[in-house]
Every structure is written in structure tokens, then in C-alpha cells.
Nanobody, 120 residues
């Protein structure tokens, strides 16, 4: 069994910064792609950023130049550094990882979500 635990959300003023973390634990053989998604009230879940096992990164246009995704493969941990936050960044942020629990078994896993609220 694999679990993802997020931390680092909270309330911040516009222009401020937050750093989210997502730690994976359990039966892990290899972690492939890692990603952050977010969902605002009444909105669809959207991709914020993704990082491959090789370190390639892609971001939603709305966060380019402000957010940075990174990973520590030794710690099975994903990060999201969020700078110059805007009220429209307010959402529940979820991490997602594609994980091999064995050499032959691969699944997608989700964290429980962490609330980010940006006040104007």
C-alpha cells in the first residue's frame, strides 16, 4: 500500500509565498511522474505542474514564472514552491504520483489535498 501525505498549505496575503510538500511512503519500487493539481470551489481539477523521473518540467500557463516544481527522489518527496501568489490561486492542492509498487505493478496515487487561501 502507498500513501501520499501533503503539507505546507495555509493562508497567505497576495504577493506572498508558500511551499507545499508531498511525501510518499509504503511499498515503493520506483516513482515515475509526479504532479500537482488544484481544484477551486465549483471548478474542475486542473494540472498545475508536472515533473518526470528525468527532471523535465511543465506548468500551466497561469503559474509559469511564479511556481516551481521539484522532487527529491531519495526522499520520495515532491515540492511546489509558490511565489507571487494571487487570490485566483486559492484552491485545494493535490499531489499525484505514478508509482511502481513492484517491477510489474504501477498505479496512480493521490494525496488528500491541502488548502491554499490567498487573500487580497
Amino acid at each position: 500500500q502507498v500513501q501520499l501525505v501533503e503539507s505546507g498549505g495555509g493562508l497567505v496575503q497576495a504577493g506572498g509565498s508558500l511551499r507545499l510538500s508531498c511525501a510518499a511512503s509504503g511499498s515503493i519500487f520506483r516513482i515515475n511522474t509526479m504532479a500537482w493539481y488544484r481544484q477551486a470551489p465549483g471548478e474542475r481539477r486542473e494540472l498545475v505542474g508536472v515533473i518526470t523521473s528525468g527532471g523535465s518540467r511543465n506548468y500551466a500557463d497561469s503559474v509559469k514564472g511564479r511556481f516551481a516544481i521539484s522532487r527529491d527522489s531519495a526522499k520520495n518527496t515532491l515540492y511546489l514552491q509558490m511565489n507571487s501568489l494571487k487570490p485566483e490561486d486559492t484552491a485545494v492542492y493535490h499531489c499525484n504520483m505514478n508509482i511502481h509498487s513492484t517491477a510489474w505493478t504501477r498505479n496512480d496515487y493521490w494525496g488528500q489535498g491541502t488548502q491554499v487561501t490567498v487573500s487580497s
